[in-house]
């Protein structure tokens, strides 16, 4: 009988949902967002928001209650994810992170800086489906196991203004996804 218990080191897990909007339908981005949940990494426990596109004019910002967290995200998943994520250069900017909501309505992520308020949304979700990404020596060298809850409409809100562009259907192997997934249960490893 083969053991339950996957033989691979965890790196971290908690949830990775993103939103990425589109003119184009998918051509380009108009605006890209990684928001993290980490209940628990080598860094510790925390959440991180790293943002980019018309609403930030071009530049990658980065909010985090934990900057080390958000470091360590940098370092270990970004950079296989988003590279422009992964410039430990940029700031990271002290932040408040809530949430309301779940998948069955409307979600939102709250973040809220000394001076901005960031509202992420997700609605008219689909389906979910458990996507399993393993690393592999001539692919990825860090899997991913991850619960998609990927939504039909979604929203990201800087103050007062509204990011460009809508999301887009895409496939995820042979499930239906799009380009604003809640992704929870998210756990990496490493072999």
């Given amino acids: 009988m083969a053991s339950p218990v996957d033989p691979a080191r965890v790196l971290m897990t908690g949830e990775n949902s993103f939103i990425r909007l589109s003119e184009d339908g998918g051509k380009t981005q108009s605006e890209r967002t990684s928001h993290w949940r980490v209940l628990w990494c080598p860094a510790g426990a925390g959440h991180a928001l790293f943002m980019t596109g018309k609403l930030t004019g071009g530049k990658t910002r980065i909010y985090s209650d934990d900057a080390g967290v958000a470091r360590w995200l940098q370092e270990t998943i970004e950079t296989l994810l988003y590279p422009d994520f992964a410039d430990t250069s940029i700031p990271v900017t002290p932040a408040v992170f809530a949430r309301q909501g779940d998948p069955r309505g409307t979600a939102t992520e709250l973040v809220e800086s000394d001076s901005e308020v960031i509202r992420l949304t997700w609605w008219s979700c689909i389906d979910p489906f458990v996507m399993h990404v393993p690393a592999s020596p001539e692919g990825r060298p860090i899997g991913v196991y991850s619960t998609f809850f990927p ?24 499930k239906q996804s799009s380009s604003a997934v809640l992704a929870w249960s998210e756990t990496w490893v490493k072999p």
């Fill in 151 to 174: 939504a039909r409409q979604a929203q990201i809100a800087l103050d007062e203004r509204y990011g460009t562009g809508s999301v887009w259907m895409e496939k995820r192997g042979e």
